[in-house]
Structures are given as structure tokens and as C-alpha cells.
């Protein structure tokens, strides 16, 4: 195996140099990106033209194809921080996904082929394999079906035990590049929640049970999430996650999630991802609680429903009168992405005892300081819906957790604006009566001091 090895070994430069004008190249997703082979193919952007590079949540450091305009077009499956700022420059394109899908893509050859694949993994075990890291997703079907497959080894990269395809064989590999001993993942700051997260947990936590199965996100909502179940009383909790985060270290410490009472994956958290701190890094490394497997299992709403009592927690940028959710742009501007949102949305739902939460904050402020309600009447020109009306099961907001499904449109936009914050209640009431939306029922009048004098003053007249 070791001279094996030894025969694919190659500098950066030496091992992009099968790329060729035309190339469609993958690189790993997440953590997964490769670093000194993008600067070796950047460095090419003098003889290369129309080379489309493709990828997702790219994290710092920034690919250097993406400045080489003319001779990289840089394609995201996923937005990150990084391709929001590239893209209002014209050098990043978002790529829309169905996640859990995204193996057929390659197997079915929707996707074009790709002639090169880079991905960063860690070191050659003694039987051949290089671990991917915390970055399974769909990295080894491509491996699969690409002409060229590079490696950038990287030795501070955690070793994620599967699972199922978390490690591919040094015979599929054509070149093999080691990382300089500098380069360590990137390492996402611990974002300490508001007081509108916390208080959108708690409404969270009231639906929580001991034997619930949790999918989080990143943020500081699941961070106030965790927090408040490794200090609860719950018992035997399960996680069955898209993305690990630093909240799962949290619950697994606190002895509150186990996984006993999992039918499928008892015991472990199964994730496709992970982005987090250097001590959630550390906790994954070799860590027999944890599952790491390709996103066509986690995130297969049919794997998904066989976890009884599913909770599903997913954040927001804008819900709308009629409770269509988007949760990636604002107008034409890409934010995020839909991700796996649809897939767990749906799951949680499929789940018996399941459910879905779609949490935001009821305000946010624009760059300039002006306040603005994320509960909007409609969506402005070029927003995407991300989740259609017909799947929102529960929304919360700092002000409560409402139900949408089997409810009515006038029925819906009652609950939105029972949880808008107050200074935006009255001009959405507003709206949805110009938009034939507006109904209150005997609950509202008796949640609104202003109906309520409404009604008794039309009644006394």
C-alpha cells in the first residue's frame, strides 16, 4: 500500500496539471475544500479558459479560481458567508438542490461529468483507505464517477467513523498531495444566542420529549437549544442530523442524548457534515457515537420517518401571510441555500410523533439601523420560496410556536401575526385584508386588546 502511495505522490502544480480548458472540476464540499491544490490550479488561469469549478458552503480560506474570471466560472451547491460576498461581484453562481438527491444526480448522469474531483482528506490508514473527515456527503459517488481523483491529505483533519462511505481506497486515486502542516479546517466562531433565541428555544423545548431524535443547524438558536436540553431532565434522547454542530457535543456530554431508543443508528448521531469549533473537531475524532454517512441516507426523508417522534428545527429569513417560507434569498440575492431543509421538513412530518419547526426571529435590522418584520405580507420580487405552504407544520418566533397544517389561508395568516413582533402587527392586519386573507376568529379577539375593543364597540353601536 505504501508504494503505492508513493507512486501517486505529487506537487500541487504536478497534480492539477490534467486540467484542461473545458474541465468541469468538483472539489469537496465544506471542510473538504482543497487549499494548495486550488492555488497550483489558480496559478494556471493564464492557459485555462471556461474551467467550471463547483462546491459547497465554501469556508475560508477563498478558493483562488474564484478572482480568475474568464478561466474559472465558481459554482456553489450551498452558500456560504465567502459566495454571498463573491457573488455581488459576478463570480459565484448558486446551483439549486433536492440534498438528499444529489447521488442519483451523479449515478443517473443529470449532473454533467466530472473530468477531476480534489477533495481533502485524512492520512492513508494501514489497509489503504483515507478517512474523509466531516465531510462525507455525496464525496465518494463522485470520486466514483470522475476521470481524475485528487487528494490533499490533511492530518488535522478528524477521522469520522462510518456509517458507510466514509473512507475511499487508494486504487481509485490517481495523485496524492499532502497538505503543508499550517493548514488546519476551518474552525466556525461559537455564535452566542440573543435573547430572541433563547426565547424561541424555549418555545422549542416545550414539544420535546425524552426519545426525541434532534436535527439542528448552525447558529445561535440550535447553540440556545442545546444548551437548554443538557440542562433539562430530558432522558435518551437521538440525533440524526445534515450538519453536526457543536450543540450535539453539548447534548452527548450531558448524557441527555444516547440514542437507546433509536430504531436505525441506536447509540450514535448520524451526520453527513460538520462545521464547528476545533473542541467539536476533536470530540469527533474516532468517536464511536457518532455515524458518518453519505447525505442520500441522512437526509432520505424515508430514512428519516423511521425515527419515531422527529424533531426538525430549521431556521428562516422570511415567512409570508400565506406561510410560504424562504430560508435562502432576499429578493434576487442569494443568502443560503435550500440545502437539506426540504428533505427534513418533510421527514420530521413522516415521522410518527414528528414535527417540523421553521424558527425566526420575528425583526431584523437592514444595514442602515431601520427595523423590519420577517413575517412580511408577500415576498419581495426574486425571493424564493423554499418550503411551499403546503409543508410548514409549526413556526415560531420569539413571541410563540403556532401550527400551520389543516389550517386555513385566513386561518394561517391569523396565527403569523399572532407571533409578528407587536409594532408590526396592525399594517400586517392591513395587508391581509387587502389581500381577502384577514378573518379573526373568537381566539384573536380574545389575544388582542385592540380587537377586543373593536368588537365591543361595533356592538354596542
Known sequence: MHALYRNKLKSPKEAVEVVQSGNIVEYGYFNGKPVVCDQALAARAEELQDVH????????????????????????????????MVQKMGLAYYSPILYHQVHDMYRDQVCQHRN???????????????????????????MEHAETVIL?????????LGGAEE????????AIVEAPEEQVPFAAPLLEPSEAE???????????????????????????????????????????????????????????????????????????FAIGSQRMYDFMDSNPALASYPVNYTNDPRVICRLDDFVSINNAIQIDLFSQVNAESMGPSQISGNGGMWDFVLGSQWSRGGKSFICLTST???????????????????????????MVDYVVTEFGAVRMKGQPTWKRAEL???????????ELIQQAEAMNLWRPSREWVAF???ASEESTAAAGS
Open 53 to 84: 469549478v463547483y462546491s459547497a458552503v465554501t469556508l475560508p480560506p477563498l478558493p483562488e479560481v474564484i478572482a480568475k474570471k474568464g478561466s474559472f466560472v465558481y459554482h456553489d451547491w450551498q452558500f456560504s458567508k465567502v459566495t454571498r
Open 116 to 142: 477531476v474531483v480534489i477533495c481533502q482528506v485524512c492520512p492513508m490508514d494501514d489497509h489503504g483507505y483515507f478517512n474523509l473527515g466531516p465531510h462525507n456527503s455525496e464525496t465518494l459517488v463522485k
Open 152 to 160: 490533499e491529505v490533511n492530518r488535522h483533519l478528524p477521522v469520522c
Open 167 to 174: 473512507s475511499v481506497h487508494v486504487s481509485m486515486v490517481n
Open 198 to 272: 433563547r426565547q424561541i428555544a424555549e418555545h422549542v423545548m416545550e414539544f420535546i420529549k425524552d426519545g426525541s431524535c434532534i436535527q439542528l443547524g448552525i447558529g445561535g438558536l440550535p447553540s440556545a437549544v442545546g444548551g437548554l436540553i443538557a440542562e433539562s431532565d430530558l432522558r435518551d434522547l437521538g440525533g440524526h442530523t445534515e450538519m453536526f454542530v457543536d450543540s450535539y457535543v453539548e447534548m452527548i456530554e450531558s448524557g441527555r442524548m444516547n440514542g437507546k431508543r433509536k430504531f436505525i443508528d441506536r447509540h450514535r448521531v448520524a451526520f453527513t
Open 364 to 390: 431584523f435590522q437592514k444595514e442602515g439601523g431601520e427595523r423590519q418584520s420577517r413575517i412580511v405580507p408577500r415576498f419581495s420580487p426574486g425571493s424564493i420560496t423554499t418550503i411551499p405552504r403546503q
Open 416 to 426: 403569523l401575526v399572532s407571533v409578528a413582533h407587536p409594532d408590526f402587527r396592525e
Open 448 to 450: 388582542s386588546p385592540a
